[in-house]
């Protein structure tokens, strides 16, 4: 597939898309279901260990993405390093020369035993703290603090998330 790199166990369906894959680095213990497109650019896009992104993820990575160990993106969810600004100042969309566009591009890391539910929206700039679970159809366009759990749109923390998943990952180690 012209991976960077892949480690073991890994499965990626034969009808998910991965552009620039020269630029992707995939660990241990991956999986990537149907219909996924994972789009890299010239920043690294890193999947580590123990990751599963389920069908139909759509991850713009060409700002910079990582995804740390223990993590899963549910169904359905999108997630994007960079947008075109919507102010009406500059024209948008990747047929227009960067000359008359204004793009936001951020890196985006999802840290260690995070969960995206079904549907979630990220946006550019976001930081995903470690065990940040995000409800189902939520829209994240403000930082997650860790081992919070957040829903809603735009996603509000509605209570603490518990942290036994830290020791059942020690015991993979």
Same mark, same amino acid.
């Given at each position: 597939?012209?991976?960077?790199?892949? /480690?073991?166990?890994?499965?990626?369906?034969?009808?998910?898309?991965?552009?620039?894959?020269? @630029? *992707?680095? $995939?660990? @241990? &213990?991956?999986? *990537?279901?149907?219909?996924?497109?994972?789009?890299?650019?010239?920043?690294?896009? *890193?999947?580590? &260990?123990?990751? +599963?992104? #389920? #069908?139909?993820?759509? %991850?713009?990575?060409?700002?910079?993405? +990582?995804?740390?160990?223990?993590? @899963? $993106?549910?169904? /359905?969810?999108?997630? =994007?390093?960079?947008?075109?600004?919507?102010?009406? &100042? =500059?024209?948008?969309?990747?047929? %227009?020369?960067?000359?008359?566009?204004?793009?936001?591009?951020?890196?985006?890391?999802?840290?260690? +035993? %995070?969960?995206?539910? #079904?549907? %979630? *929206?990220?946006?550019? /700039?976001?930081?995903?703290?470690? /065990?940040?679970?995000?409800?189902? &159809?939520?829209?994240? $366009?403000?930082?997650?603090?860790?081992?919070?759990? =957040?829903?809603?749109?735009?996603?509000?923390?509605?209570?603490?998330?518990?942290?036994?998943?830290? @020791?059942?990952?020690?015991?993979? #180690?």
């Amino acid at each position: 597939m012209g991976l960077r790199r892949v /480690g073991i166990n890994v499965a990626i369906s034969r009808y998910a898309r991965l552009y620039n894959p020269g @630029n *992707i680095i $995939i660990g @241990n &213990n991956v999986r *990537i279901d149907d219909f996924c497109l994972l789009s890299s650019g010239t920043e690294p896009f *890193i999947i580590d &260990n123990f990751i +599963h992104i #389920a #069908a139909g993820v759509y %991850v713009w990575g060409n700002a910079g993405f +990582h995804i740390k160990s223990f993590s @899963n $993106i549910s169904a /359905g969810t999108k997630i =994007y390093t960079q947008s075109d600004s919507y102010c009406g &100042n =500059y024209l948008m969309g990747p047929t %227009v020369p960067m000359t008359v566009r204004k793009v936001k591009g951020v890196p985006l890391t999802i840290e260690k +035993h %995070v969960i995206l539910g #079904a549907g %979630v *929206i990220v946006l550019p /700039g976001v930081k995903l703290g470690e /065990g940040v679970a995000i409800g189902s &159809n939520s829209l994240v $366009i403000k930082d997650c603090e860790p081992w919070g759990i =957040y829903a809603g749109s735009p996603a509000k923390r509605i209570k603490e998330r518990e942290k036994g998943v830290i @020791n059942l990952a020690q015991k993979l #180690a």
